[in-house]
């Protein structure tokens, strides 16, 4: 995975925007599980089946909704940089 940033030189495909929001989704939801299982364990007191159940739907469940957050707004970043990319460079000046 490259982290080189999304530029008015350097716009991404669909298809790369996708990648980037599905790896950060499942780093997301991978950290979310972690909180969550500790947080069952150390704090509620719930038992292991119902802790490891109630991790999974958190992982889940935040790794989806940031993946649809993330790419939303890479979307919204590319369109914003493809109409900058066609304006006439003259009339900037």
Known sequence: MDFDKMT???IWSREK???EATYTGFL???IGFIVANLFGKRVLGL???VNLASSIATMVTSGYMYRGIYYKELMAKQAELQLLSLQDPEKEN
């Open 8 to 10: 008015k030189d350097n």
């Open 17 to 19: 925007i996708l990648k």
């Open 28 to 30: 997301f939801g991978g």
């Open 47 to 49: 038992t292991p089946k």
